[in-house]
């Protein structure tokens, strides 16, 4: 036994329930200040995401409190999620997705990630992030933001930085948001305040050639349920949430704690290595089958549902939205899944490049 553990939904964590913790664990709905933490004995901080836009890192350095994060913990589930929704377009829409260019803003590790599984698909893609140089392994690929607007797909995964010379939020403002060109894809899987959620709404009220994909929304849980009914697809903040994932982030978070209190014969982190067999009906065309493989293992138009669902009272929304990403059935990531015999080789060839065993 590590101690005693005191479980709270993360926003009704207050100074009052942790004034005699030694360590608090949080995902991103736990706001981590001072107003938070200045009047109890907490020594260790770990969140289990890869963003750390919720946390005063000014403050827990001055007050010597040990922090942890998970970087990419969540990156192989995000990037799944964005060729999730290629793959529903696609099926919807009639369109090669592997022959469109790709735009990413943000090149971090989910970014990067990215633009590692597109240039294994031979795809052309380009990235934004005005924090990377000659030293990055995407170098030649790193453009002005104007050029990765002007893409097929662009696919928004920077974090949340305020009050800086390359401030991010409301990156994606209504003169922005204006360049974007007749039939392109928006998805954005980030921080929902990079996108001015007004702006979009407007924007997608006029321009119907553009096809917008939310994960991610301003106010949150109080979102724009009226901004809902203008995309394609919407989701409550859930890309990153696989199994593996969380897995992999609260690993993390568990290792850097017992490293704080020199903990040395704790047990190992428990982790779930089972595989699925997926087997789909055979169909025409390479592209064809490549969807249906990826939203038999994510069926993301489920996700939309609820979230459609969830917001038709708007009194309850906010209390729904949380519900939503509580109560969430985690999903497997491409690696869970073992192809079964049937589709041609090319076929074969895509779905192992992005993952499938």
């Not at 309850?316 to 999903?331: I, T």
């Amino acid at each position: 036994m590590l101690g005693n553990l005191v479980s709270l939904p993360g926003r009704e964590i207050n100074a009052e329930t942790i004034r005699d913790a030694d360590a608090l664990l949080v995902r991103s709905v736990t706001d981590i200040n001072s107003e938070l933490l200045k009047d109890s004995s907490i020594s260790f901080v770990g969140t289990a995401t890869s963003g750390i836009d919720h946390v005063d890192l000014d403050y827990l350095r001055q007050n010597r409190i040990h922090f942890a994060y998970a970087p990419g913990c969540n990156a192989q589930a995000v990037v799944q999620y964005v060729f999730a929704v290629l793959a529903w377009l696609s099926e919807h829409d009639d369109f090669d997705w592997q022959n469109k260019t790709v735009g990413i803003i943000g090149g971090g590790k989910i970014g990067t990630l990215l633009a590692t599984y597109l240039q294994s698909l031979g795809m052309e893609f380009v990235i934004y992030d005005p924090f990377l140089d000659e030293s990055y392994e995407f170098a030649d690929k790193l453009v002005s933001l104007d050029v990765s607007l002007n893409q097929d797909v662009i696919s928004l995964h920077c974090s949340l930085r305020k009050n800086d010379p390359h401030s991010s939020f409301h990156l994606l403002d209504a003169n922005v948001l204006n360049q974007l060109s007749e039939g392109s894809i928006l998805i954005n899987a980030s921080r929902g305040s990079v996108i001015d959620n007004q702006a979009l709404k407007d924007f997608l009220t006029e321009r119907q050639d553009v096809s917008c994909v939310l994960d991610v929304w301003e106010n949150e849980p109080a979102i724009d349920a009226s901004l809902l009914q203008e995309v394609r697809l919407g989701t409550s903040h859930i890309a990153g949430y696989s199994l593996e994932g969380k897995e992999q982030g609260s690993a993390q978070i568990y290792q850097a704690m017992l490293d704080c209190f020199a903990i040395d014969d704790a047990p190992a982190f428990p982790v779930n290595h089972r595989q699925s067999k997926l087997e789909i009906p055979l169909v025409d065309g390479v592209m064809h089958a490549v969807n249906r493989c990826i939203l038999s293992s994510y069926n993301i138009n489920g996700d939309d549902d609820l979230l459609r669902q969830a917001t038709k009272d708007n009194s309850q929304l906010a209390v729904n939205f949380d519900g939503l990403r509580k109560n969430y059935s985690l999903r497997r990531e491409f690696s869970h899944f073992k192809l079964m015999p049937g589709l041609s080789n090319e076929a074969y060839s895509i779905l192992k490049k992005l993952g499938f065993a």
